[in-house]
């Protein structure tokens, strides 16, 4: 009897997302990176300190192989009500962001984006998976694996003293590099 081959076991790298401008991205171009992905919006009350400390962050470990994954969301108090094209303005124009921004999804409900359906299972916020607002971030390692998730109230900043995320980004251990995504 023949056995049946191995299921890929299922990660970060099996999706396809569109960027700003439409186009998509194969999720598997950031294998061997540290992911933060983060659900972003452009009018809420914790905007400019997250964004201010995702760019500290992401130039801090950009070359240690850190990219930062935003994806505006426009389904807490509508504060993310703007086109892509004017999201990327107000974000590489104001706090002079580096790292991709992606196109707006939803990251709860019936329409939520595969990515983030992936992203939420068996990491569970207050109350159950969905995501509570604006800003919540995840943790992903170099196995394209969701290995944490932090509340939006969490600053980018208190992610990097985590032992585990330096940790991450040493060479000599086994486990590689890992990626953050950070929730836009």
Do not use: H
Not at 27 to 54: D, R, W
Not at 86 to 108: A, G, L, W, Y
Not at 131 to 155: C, E, H, M
Request: negative net charge.
């Amino acid at each position: 009897m023949a056995s049946q081959p191995a299921k890929e076991q299922q990660s970060i790298y099996n999706f396809t997302v569109k960027d700003a401008k439409g186009n998509d991205v194969d999720l598997s171009t950031y294998k061997g990176k540290v992911l933060l992905i983060v659900n972003v919006a452009s009018k809420c009350g914790m905007t400019n300190s997250n964004y201010t400390e995702l760019n500290q962050l992401y130039e801090k470990y950009k070359e240690q192989g850190l990219e930062i994954l935003a994806f505006p969301c426009n389904q807490f108090g509508e504060e993310e009500p703007g086109s892509n094209d004017q999201i990327v303005e107000f974000v590489c124009t104001r706090f002079k962001s580096e790292f991709p921004i992606f196109d707006k999804i939803e990251v709860n409900g019936e329409n939520t984006a595969p990515v983030y359906k992936f992203l939420k299972t068996g990491k569970w916020g207050i109350i159950g998976d969905d995501i509570q607002w604006n800003f919540a971030k995840f943790l992903v390692d170099k196995d394209g694996q969701a290995v944490d998730r932090y509340y939006p109230t969490t600053s980018p900043l208190t992610v990097e003293v985590k032992p585990s995320l330096q940790f991450m980004f040493d060479s000599q251990s086994s486990v590689g590099l890992c990626c953050l995504i950070v929730l836009l």
